[in-house]
């Protein structure tokens, strides 16, 4: 046998052992998909890996309108309001029930600062499988997901009051 033959068997073997490998190990329940406990090293490495691809992929051809219209800023803040706090907080808005048990972690969006406003639309309306962020495109139209986009933009340069004022649509 030639010695490219031989190379050849020993991959060949060597990926066959890792897919019995794996199958034996996800047959067997070792690993805890309970989300009061983190991911391994590799399977997180791996979901980052195939979510940061799967959306850079997808959200990069999505037409972005005028993000600093008043109006859109404004209506994203009371669907912001109604819908994100309790998982991804505002200024003023620290904590909630909910946030503490949720893996994935939801980003404190009062602090992230959210540049890429195509990759921000997408999530939004597709959401994440196997996370808790959900699609909101079942239940927004694509003119009130860019209103949320445009409000999440302002966020982390935001005040509380203001914040208040814009969710509630009164001061104070
Ligand atoms: C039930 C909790 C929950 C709610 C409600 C929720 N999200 Fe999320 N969201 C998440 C989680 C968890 C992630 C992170 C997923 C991951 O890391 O894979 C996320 C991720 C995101 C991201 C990506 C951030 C980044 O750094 O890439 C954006 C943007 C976002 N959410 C916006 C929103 C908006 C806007 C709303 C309301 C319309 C909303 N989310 C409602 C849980 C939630």
């Given at each position: ?49 195939l ?44 904590k ?40 909101w ?36």
């Amino acid at each position: 046998m030639s010695s490219i033959a031989k190379a050849g068997l020993v991959v060949a073997g060597t990926l066959a052992a890792l897919a019995i490998g794996g199958v034996v190990y996800v047959g067997s329940g070792i690993y805890n998909i309970g989300a009061d406990d983190h991911h391994t090293k590799i399977v997180l490495a791996i979901i980052e890996q195939l979510r940061e691809r799967s959306i850079g992929v997808r959200a990069r051809t999505t037409h972005v309108p005028n993000l600093e219209d008043p109006t859109r800023i404004v209506a994203g803040a009371r669907h912001y309001a109604a819908l994100c706090v309790g998982c991804h907080l505002a200024p003023g808005v620290t904590k909630s029930d909910i946030r503490p048990g949720l893996y994935p972690h939801p980003p404190n969006l009062a602090q992230e600062d959210i540049r890429d406003a195509q990759r921000a639309f997408w999530t939004v309306k597709h959401g994440i499988k196997m996370s808790a962020m959900p699609a909101w495109g079942k239940t927004l139209d694509d003119a009130a997901i860019w209103d949320v986009v445009a409000f999440v933009r302002q966020m982390p340069a935001m005040t509380p009051e203001t914040y208040q004022q814009l969710s509630t649509g009164h001061s104070g």
